[in-house]
């Protein structure tokens, strides 16, 4: 469908940044989505990091796919001795992409959906390597956050992304007697005193019914 003229009119050109910042003193007007893009570029360190970091991406981006798992244990060294040489944060994203795969190809290997190479390296599997190599990172992680290099917040959303920990508790409840009868609401709200209210009680009464 051709563009109206009016459309045309309401279209803004592109603007190429330029080397200069400008202060930003409110986000007001300036889309959810466009935000962080806003704050980085008013700010000069910010912006000069970006554009090391998309240096260090675009190098592991035309890295060759690894082939063998002793290829892949070499390329996991080798991607952390890059981080520490070019001082970028090292990542399971960062270290896919330097193995030559995404981050979805990651997982299935480390979860073992994807069975990946056929040869082993020091005696590890691909699962296994790759599972070494998260533990590297997780140490990272949790080292940084020890000594408040990262926000616990930044940390807790890292230990999710890589480690697949979750924020949930596990109640296990059993019965006194062997019997096959199963608990009933009053019996389940005893184990639970500080978790459990008449309300929830109700609650169960009504699942049972």
Request: net charge negative.
């Amino acid at each position: 469908m051709a563009r109206t003229k009016k459309q045309d009119r309401e279209q803004k050109p592109f603007i190429v940044p330029d080397d200069t910042t400008t202060e930003l003193t409110s986000l007001k007007g300036i889309p959810p989505q466009n935000q962080a893009a806003a704050q980085i570029m008013a700010d000069p360190e910010k912006r000069e990091y970006a554009s090391h970091l998309l240096k260090a991406l675009t190098d592991s981006f035309k890295m060759e796919p690894v082939k063998s798992n002793q290829e892949m244990a070499e390329r996991m060294i080798q991607y952390f001795e890059f981080s520490a040489e070019r001082k970028t944060l090292p990542t399971m994203e960062g270290m896919a992409l330097f193995l030559g795969y995404s981050r979805p190809t990651l997982r299935d290997w480390r979860t073992g959906r994807n069975k990946g190479f056929s040869d082993l390296y020091l005696g590890l599997t691909t699962s296994q390597l790759v599972q070494k190599a998260l533990t590297v990172l997780e140490s990272f992680d949790a080292d940084m956050a020890m000594r408040q290099k990262v926000s616990p917040v930044t940390y807790i959303f890292r230990a999710k992304a890589i480690s697949g920990y979750e924020d949930r508790h596990v109640i296990e409840i059993e019965a006194n007697d062997t019997s096959s009868r199963p608990l009933t609401p009053e019996e389940i709200a005893k184990n639970l005193p500080e978790m459990i209210d008449d309300g929830m009680i109700d609650l169960l009464n009504e699942v049972n019914e």
